[in-house]
């Protein structure tokens, strides 16, 4: 069974653009969250999809956004980037809401210039 | 919000030596409780998890011991191999229909051969 699998694997963008990555979970697993790992914040939750729908949603400005689709694929987007946006994202797929097993994909690397 | 606090932050132990991470967390509510594994390039990885209702749990040379009272974790691995030199992250969440984890600052673990 594949698992987690995040596109592109590294991102080089500069200040004010904007980035969307992509999130392809297992098989048959519908929900997808998003974490922002920094070396200096640590891992942070961004935000969690199930059934196409924002389920929950971590501290982090507007300028983030995401969105699920129907075949529990997901997106994350970061419009007008700032330098402190560098990081790793990483996406994490589980079965449902409520199976706690959180399997992590390799993460999209964005440097911010 | 919850806040789950990690010690050390850097291990080395010699190989087949003993290695022990501890975490605390602040919301009684937390009880569910999962370690991962992060090695270089790779997102973390599950390797086990304590639900509040169980006090211990092992999996091979890997163990997880949890005291509700004291609001505080373990993870054991014992006869270290170099293969287990990776970050570790320990993590805390109320199981409310919702998959956001809240992490520990991760411990860096070197096993010496």
């Known amino acids: 069974k594949a698992g987690v699998t995040q596109t592109p694997r590294y991102l080089i963008k500069t200040r004010g653009q904007q980035v969307t990555l992509s999130c392809s979970p297992i098989s048959g697993h519908r929900s997808v969250s998003w974490y922002q790992q920094t070396p200096g914040q640590g891992l942070q939750f961004l935000f969690e999809y199930f059934s196409e729908t924002q389920r929950n949603k971590g501290n982090f400005p507007g300028r983030f956004s995401g969105r699920q689709f129907s075949n529990s694929r997901s997106e994350m987007n970061v419009s007008t980037l700032e330098l402190g946006d560098s990081a790793l994202y990483l996406c994490a797929s589980s079965l449902t809401l409520t199976n706690e097993k959180l399997f992590f994909g390799s993460g999209t690397q964005l440097s911010v210039l | 919000g919850e806040n789950v606090e990690q010690h050390p932050s850097t291990l080395s132990v010699q190989e087949g030596d003993s290695a022990v991470i501890k975490c605390t967390y602040s919301d009684s509510a937390s009880n569910y409780f999962p370690w991962y594994k992060q090695e270089l390039g790779k997102g973390p990885q599950l390797i086990i998890d304590?639900?509040?209702?169980?006090g211990e749990k092992k999996d091979q040379r890997i163990a997880v011991t949890l005291n509700k009272t004291a609001k505080h974790f373990s993870l054991h691995i014992t006869e270290t191999q170099p293969e287990d030199s990776a970050v570790y992250f320990c993590a805390a969440s109320i199981r409310t229909g919702a998959n956001n984890l809240f992490f520990g600052t991760g411990t860096r673990l070197t096993v010496i051969p």
């Open positions: 304590i639900r509040s209702n169980v």
